[in-house]
T-cell receptor
Framework: AQSVTQLDSHVSVSEGTPVLLRCNYSSSYSPSLFWYVQHPNKGLQLLLKYTSAATLVKGINGFEAEFKKSETSFHLTKPSAHMSDAAEYFCVVSDRGSSASKIIFGSGTRLSIRP | GAVVSQHPSRVICKSGTSVKIECRSLDFQATTMFWYRQFPKKSLMLMATSNEGSKATYEQGVEKDKFLINHASLTLSTLTVTSAHPEDSSFYIC????????????FGAGTRLSVL
């Protein structure tokens, strides 16, 4: 069975400081892992994905995430937060063995940016 | 990147009426489409999965007669909320995936349904 846990429901950082959004996963198979961002009343935008290639994945808008199998983690980071980064972030796991690509969402982390 | 268009973005209707939401993949063939429901300040809940030309597979607890899903072509899926009631008010989001895109899901912008 697959599951994903986002450890923080809310993270608040000052503009210009680093961002860390934590995610741990559980999967019986080799997982694919994703981070999506959702701005208020909007759909989800794919930030980045891990699908068994390089363990350090770079995404859009300066975000990156590192797949650590030993820690079953896929934390999202950004060196310097921008006001426009304020949004809801979802960590997602998918079973790469599934042709239907069904995915499991984490509960989400709301990122707030202080001026 | 892959573009998924969802329409309408917002709909207000009277209780008892039916509402149709469209989800289109604009630049790829979507072999599978997904419909999610999102409650305020909550994560997305998968309602159903549909493959082109097949009946949708509904998640446990989702009424298939209430939420009719049609996936008639490789670029279009529709969700019809039949006889809508105020408790159906929610944010509905579709996503689409295709073999040409590695089966990654790409999401529409969502539809805010308000039932009066």
């Amino acid at each position: 069975a697959q599951s994903v846990t986002q450890l923080d429901s809310h993270v608040s950082v000052s503009e210009g400081t680093p961002v860390l959004l934590r995610c741990n996963y559980s999967s019986s198979y080799s997982p694919s892992l994703f981070w999506y961002v959702q701005h208020p009343n909007k759909g989800l935008q794919l930030l980045l994905k891990y699908t068994s290639a390089a363990t350090l994945v770079k995404g859009i808008n300066g975000f990156e995430a590192e797949f650590k199998k030993s820690e079953t983690s896929f934390h999202l980071t950004k060196p310097s937060a921008h006001m426009s980064d304020a949004a809801e972030y979802f960590c997602v796991v998918s079973d790469r063995g599934s042709s239907a690509s069904k995915i499991i969402f984490g509960s989400g982390t709301r990122l707030s940016i202080r001026p | 990147g892959a573009v998924v268009s969802q329409h309408p973005s917002r709909v207000i209707c009277k209780s008892g009426t039916s509402v149709k939401i469209e989800c289109r993949s604009l630049d790829f063939q979507a072999t599978t489409m997904f419909w999610y429901r999102q409650f305020p300040k909550k994560s997305l809940m998968l309602m159903a999965t549909s493959n082109e030309g097949s009946k949708a597979t509904y998640e446990q607890g989702v009424e298939k007669d209430k939420f009719l899903i049609n996936h008639a072509s490789l670029t279009l899926s529709t969700l019809t909320v039949t006889s809508a009631h105020p408790e159906d008010s929610s944010f509905y989001i579709c996503s689409a995936s295709g073999h040409s895109l590695g089966n990654i899901q790409y999401f529409g912008a969502g539809t805010r349904l308000s039932v009066l």
